[in-house]
């Protein structure tokens, strides 16, 4: 430890000759200069180490003890740094990298965003860059509460926002908003009815009236469940009440048939490069874009673009602001030609059944069935499906061009 | 000087007639051997001569002559030494 201690605040390696050094320790010892590594050299000189401060008191003692003294040696840290005193561009360029740290670290470099499942973001992200938090802004002068403020309302799934600074990365803390639940305005009466043709496989009334049965065919537009509610009198009158019209409610699944077509012809023109390729390099630094390229046009008629970014520090799992890009256009000309069935079928199958899911929204699939034929150069591929599906939609007594009717045998009329 | 000397007799002699360390009162030197490698010295009156064999300390009215192999003086102020080595022998004159 007390090397450590000597070697910081450094050492001076003297030696004192004369008819009595000894006198000359004992001064030392007396006026409370610590010494050590003490070597008598011969009858009449000594060597010993001293504390670099204390090294000018050496010489009054020296007088007095009749020795003369002079320096051997001088070692520690204070020594080494004394070398670097008139290296001025040494000196420099260390004060202008702790400025450069200094600096740096106070410009956004990274935004990181945490908390979101919902919201993309790169959504949160743009809206935060349009507010000025993007990298390569000085951070002291960011507003953040301001920013996290302005970005809440212009970020409709984000319910609370938080955007902490630390040094040249900002990271972005959301939590999202739970969806309220879809409220059913119960002032506005109408009926359900059938959306296509179909087959009653389920039916759940929740609201309304319904004489519909399990298993009974239906026609698109048939009314499936009424807003008309009839309310009987009581036992023994000849009289109903009335009607009372209510918001029809209620789940009925049907089994239907669909029928899709798509068509594709048998030629295709296709790419074909023909070698000729031409790059231009560019640099992106915090978010501007430097070309390495003059602004000049291609001389391809017909060419791909393919663009490569590397960007720094992305085998450490860090995005920092700098990335440098490569644009290769490839020459390419256009030919005819023949497309293989099988996989143009494949494809055509393929593109019907995602339309089929999306038409029936949730519901299932029970069975396909595909037929292709090749009519002038052209394929066309049909599916007929047979699905089970929600087939109810709900419509407003007052949607223009709309006529409920009320129940068979309790007297026609019209609400408009 | 020497009404100084008298003082430090007549102390010393309180130390002895009244049982009390002499190092306290009359300012005597006291020495501590710690095993064969490490001597202390309280109340020295300087160094005589020094030497990596054979080391001579001032203590008043003696001479500590401190011999062995080594040795080294490791820390010394106005009233305190330290002296490391393989100590052999340790001499009063």
Redesign the interface.
Known sequence: MKKVVNFLRGSVEVEAQGAFP??F??L?????V???G?E?VESTA?RLKVPRQERGDLEDLAVRSGCTLSEVERGGLPTFLERFRRRYALLAGLALSLLAVLLMTQFVLVVDVSGNTEVPSATILSTLRRLGVRPGAFGPALEINYIEQRALLELEGISWMSINLHGARAEVLVRERVKAPELVDESEHGDIIAETDGVITRLEVLAGETERKVGEPVAAGDVLIQGNVLLEGPMYSEQDVGWQQVRAQGRVEAQTWRTLQATIPLTAQVKEYTGRETGRWFLTILGKRINFYRKSGISFPQYDKISSTWNAGSGMDLALPLSLGRETMREYTLTPAEVDLAAAQEMLEAQLERALTEQIEGGSITRTEYTAVVTDEMLTVTLRAECTEEIGRFVPFDEPGYQTRLPAGRGDETNS | MAGKRKKESVLERTAQVFDLPGDLVAGLPRMELIGDRELRMENHR???????EEIHISGGKLILKVRGEGL???????GE?LITGQIRAVELD
Do not use: K
């Open positions: 000894e006198r320790l004992n030392c010892a007396q006026r409370g610590s010494f050590w003490v008598w000594v | 300087g160094i005589l001569a020094y030497g990596s080294e003086l490791r820390s010394m102020n106005a030494l």
